[in-house]
C-alpha cells in the first residue's frame, strides 16, 4: 500500500530539515510528502525545497484550521494510507513508518493509528512524566467496547503522528473542517462509534513535548473545552475529568517519590491551566447556544 505524508508548517526552520532528513532515510518510503505551509516568514520553504519528493502548498494563516487543513492535504494527496505529523515531531529511528502501518495492514477494522511521542531531553521532570503516563510502553488497540473502562479516552489519538487508511476516512467524511482542535480525537470518536477501532503502536516513535507557559495551556485547554461541548452528540456525555484526575494523581506521586517538589508545584498549576480553560472553552460554547 502506498503512503502519503502531510506536515502543516508555520515558521518550522527549527525542526523541518531533521524532520524531513528523517523521513528520507525511513526502511518504508512515502510516495509524496505535502507540505502545507501557512505562509511562514522564516526559512521553512527554502529548507523544505532543498529535498527530493517535497511538494508545497500555501495558504494564509487565517485560513488554517486544524479540521480544514489536513483535509486540504487529503485531497491534495493519492496514498492508501496517509500519515500526518507536525512540524516538530522528530521520528525517533528509521522503522517510525514500518512500525505506525503494521497494525492497519493486520486489521483492516482499524481505521488510523498514532505513535508513542517521546519527550526531548531538555524537557522539563514534570513535561517528561506527563508524556510517558499519556504515552507509555504498550500498545493498544480501542474499539466502542472500551467506552465504559476508559471514558474519553477510548478516543484518543493524536495528529503528532497518526497515519489513516484513507478509504475509511473517505466514508466517513474525514475531519470537520471548522475545527479548531480535537480533529484527531473527533474523527477517532466517530470511527469508533460506526463500528471501527483505534491503534495505539508505542513501537512507532517521535521525539515531541513541549513545556506550555500558564496561559498557553490555559488557551489551548479553552479551545479544546469548546469542541468537546460543542461535539456532546458524538461524544455522548463521555467525561474528560477522570482521566485528568487520575493524571495528576499518578504524575504527582512519581515526582515525590523523585524528591521533585517544585515540578509537584508545576503540575498543579499545569492542571489548574487544564481544568479552568477547558471550563472557560465549555461556558463560552453553551453560551452561543443560549443566545439562540
Known amino acids: 500500500m502506498s503512503i502519503s505524508v502531510i506536515i502543516p508548517t508555520l515558521n518550522a526552520e527549527r525542526h523541518i530539515a531533521s524532520l524531513l532528513s528523517s523521513l528520507a532515510e525511513q526502511t518504508i518510503q512515502p510516495c509524496e510528502i505535502l507540505i502545507i505551509d501557512s505562509s511562514s516568514s522564516d526559512n521553512t520553504l527554502?529548507?523544505?525545497?532543498?529535498?527530493?519528493?517535497?511538494?508545497?502548498?500555501?495558504?494564509?494563516?487565517?485560513?488554517?484550521?486544524?479540521?480544514?487543513?489536513?483535509?486540504?492535504?487529503?485531497?491534495?494527496?493519492?496514498?492508501?494510507?496517509?500519515?500526518?505529523?507536525?512540524?516538530?515531531?522528530?521520528?525517533?529511528?528509521?522503522?517510525?513508518?514500518?512500525?505506525?502501518?503494521?497494525?492497519?495492514?493486520?486489521?483492516?477494522?482499524?481505521?488510523?493509528?498514532?505513535?508513542?511521542?517521546?519527550?526531548?531531553?531538555?524537557?522539563?521532570?514534570?513535561?517528561?512524566?506527563?508524556?510517558?503516563?499519556?504515552?507509555?510502553?504498550?500498545?493498544?488497540?480501542?474499539?466502542?467496547?472500551?467506552?465504559p473502562r476508559l471514558g474519553i479516552k477510548t478516543f484518543f489519538c493524536s495528529n503528532v503522528c497518526a497515519v489513516y487508511r484513507r478509504d475509511i476516512y473517505e466514508r466517513l467524511g474525514g475531519f470537520e473542517k471548522d475545527l479548531l482542535s480535537n480533529e484527531d480525537m473527533m474523527y477517532a470518536a466517530k470511527a469508533i462509534r460506526s463500528g471501527y477501532q483505534i491503534a495505539y503502536a508505542a513501537e512507532a516513535c517521535v521525539v515531541h513535548s513541549h513545556d506550555l507557559a500558564f496561559r498557553e495551556q490555559y488557551e489551548r485547554n479553552r479551545i479544546q473545552g469548546y469542541e468537546i461541548a460543542r461535539h456532546q452528540d458524538l461524544l455522548k456525555g463521555v467525561s474528560s475529568s477522570r482521566e485528568g484526575i487520575q493524571m495528576l494523581m499518578s504524575v504527582s506521586v512519581k515526582l515525590l517519590k523523585q524528591g521533585r517538589l517544585i515540578s509537584v508545584f508545576g503540575l498543579l498549576t499545569d492542571c489548574a491551566a487544564r481544568y479552568l480553560g477547558n471550563r472557560k472553552g465549555k461556558k463560552q460554547f453553551l453560551k452561543t447556544q443560549s443566545s439562540k
Not at 74 to 94: C, E, R, Y
Not at 100 to 119: F, G, V
Open 46 to 147: 527554502s529548507i523544505a525545497k532543498t529535498y527530493n519528493n517535497v511538494q508545497i502548498i500555501t495558504i494564509q494563516l487565517s485560513e488554517f484550521n486544524h479540521g480544514g487543513t489536513r483535509d486540504l492535504g487529503m485531497n491534495h494527496t493519492k496514498g492508501d494510507l496517509v500519515l500526518f505529523l507536525t512540524q516538530d515531531a522528530v521520528p525517533a529511528s528509521n522503522t517510525l513508518i514500518e512500525d505506525l502501518i503494521a497494525s492497519l495492514l493486520n486489521n483492516p477494522q482499524i481505521a488510523a493509528a498514532y505513535a508513542r511521542q517521546i519527550p526531548r531531553e531538555d524537557s522539563s521532570p514534570r513535561e517528561k512524566l506527563v508524556r510517558t503516563y499519556n504515552y507509555p510502553e504498550q500498545s493498544v488497540v480501542h474499539s466502542e467496547e472500551d467506552i
